[in-house]
């Protein structure tokens, strides 16, 4: 799955030639004007990435940033801040709040999609890996083949999704609605228990019988790449 991008910038003609770029590189891309916007957008969903510019309407960059690195959820998110401030005390004010990396405008875009990919590539390896491993399992991003054991296994696109998703985050438990958010997509309203349908469906394919079935559910909480099945192998 692509890795997700959150674009805090209020130049709409910035904001387009960003999104147009990281699209071109096979992002899945979102944008907020607001700093304020985007602090209520991140409670409800955590990218893999954030580009963010220093000023802001509503809530500054900077100030934005702090928040994001004082909350469990977003501490340890990458973010690039954008600004028009070259100056070497702003550059580390910036630096020192909590972002990643640091790019002054005007900028070139192949210096600045070569940042994004160190950092995606530093801090969620799996986002960018052509090939997904976690014990017996195998997935192939570029063959879209997946295998158990070296024995093939045929997913329905829905499935494969599913798939792909937990192996980018083993041993994680996810909610039906978290489920639906990271493979679905937010735009797309379908019930719940669509998510149980899947499941059982993927547990099926890669259970020939007599092999440890590495979903485990959690009663209450949702659906999980089992950690213990990588240990067990």
Not at 198 to 204: A, D, N, S, Y
Request: hydrophobic fraction near 40%.
């Amino acid at each position: 799955m692509s890795a997700r991008i959150l674009v805090v910038e209020d130049e709409e003609a910035l904001t387009t030639l960003l999104r147009y770029n990281l699209d071109a590189e096979g992002y899945d891309v979102e944008t907020v004007a607001r700093g304020d916007d985007a602090e209520v957008h991140l409670k409800e969903r955590v990218p893999d990435l954030i580009v963010l510019d220093w000023m802001l309407p509503g809530l500054s960059g900077i100030e934005l940033c702090r928040r994001l690195r004082a909350r469990p959820e977003t501490r340890n998110v990458p973010i690039i801040m954008l600004t028009a401030r070259g100056e070497e005390s702003e550059r580390v004010r910036g630096l020192a709040t909590g972002a990643d990396d640091y790019v002054v405008k005007p900028f070139s875009v192949p210096e600045f999609l070569a940042r994004v990919k160190s950092l995606l590539r530093r801090s969620n390896p799996e986002r960018l890996a052509t090939v997904l491993a976690y014990g017996d399992i195998e997935l192939d991003r570029d063959r879209r083949r997946v295998a158990r054991s070296g024995r093939p296994i045929d997913l329905g696109p829905t499935e494969y999704r599913l798939l792909e998703f937990f192996l980018e985050h083993p041993g994680r438990v996810f909610s039906r609605e978290q489920l639906l958010d990271g493979v679905w997509g937010r735009d797309i309203y379908i019930d719940e228990r669509t998510v149980d349908v899947h499941i059982g469906r993927l547990r099926k394919l890669l259970n020939s019988g007599t092999e440890v079935d590495p979903i485990r559910t959690v009663r209450g909480a949702g659906y999980a790449l089992d950690d213990r099945f990588a240990k067990a192998e």
